[in-house]
């Protein structure tokens, strides 16, 4: 009887295990809300993304080729070419500017300074003088998000995310957000 007992309960263990190594992500589209359940948990969004665009970039506006593909640099938001329209985009970690954005905001983490500015993350390259696009550090404390951030909900706790990063509302000194990961893709 002991051996059987042992055997439905291995099962049931096993089958639980099983099932939930192979859970899949699932997402479910509401006309005020976006629900992607996954292994890791579930993610709420609120209000969904909106795409900017636009038809013509300003003159001054820089082509910065990063793995063979143009991204357009300008007042410290990058965009790529689209069907004829520039769409704001994510740069990737890497791509390299000369100058930063009007607005930054020097980051101290650990030892590591960072500079903040339009929710991307920068770090100054010594050798070149060039501020490369950073991962943004875990930890790390803004004042303020853009204003396209959108608010989610992660296991029943409100959060903010915008480019796949996901920040948490904190109050040290004065309130501000703290990077705390990001989305998986």
Do not use: W
């Not at 038809?55 to 793995?67: E, G, K």
Request: charged share 20%; aromatic share 12%.
């Amino acid at each position: 009887m002991k051996a059987k007992q042992f055997v439905l309960i291995l099962f049931v263990i096993l089958l639980g295990v099983t099932s939930e190594s192979y859970a899949q992500r699932r997402v479910i589209n509401t006309p005020r809300r976006t629900v992607v359940q996954g292994p890791r948990g579930t993610v709420v969004y609120r209000k969904k993304p909106v795409v900017r665009t636009v038809r013509s970039l300003p003159q001054s506006a820089v082509v910065i080729r990063y793995r063979n593909v143009p991204y357009y640099y300008h007042g410290g938001v990058f965009y790529v070419s689209n069907n004829g329209v520039y769409v704001r985009s994510v740069p990737p970690v890497g791509i390299r500017i000369a100058a930063l954005p009007a607005g930054y905001v020097r980051v101290v983490v650990g030892p590591r300074v960072f500079f903040y500015a339009g929710g991307i993350f920068y770090i100054l390259d010594e050798a070149s003088k060039e501020y490369v696009v950073a991962d943004p550090p875990v930890g790390a404390v803004v004042s303020q998000l853009p204003s396209d951030a959108v608010e989610i909900e992660i296991d029943g706790k409100p959060y903010m995310e915008y480019n796949g990063i996901i920040y948490k509302q904190v109050t040290i000194e004065q309130p501000g957000y703290e990077v705390v990961g990001k989305l998986d893709e």
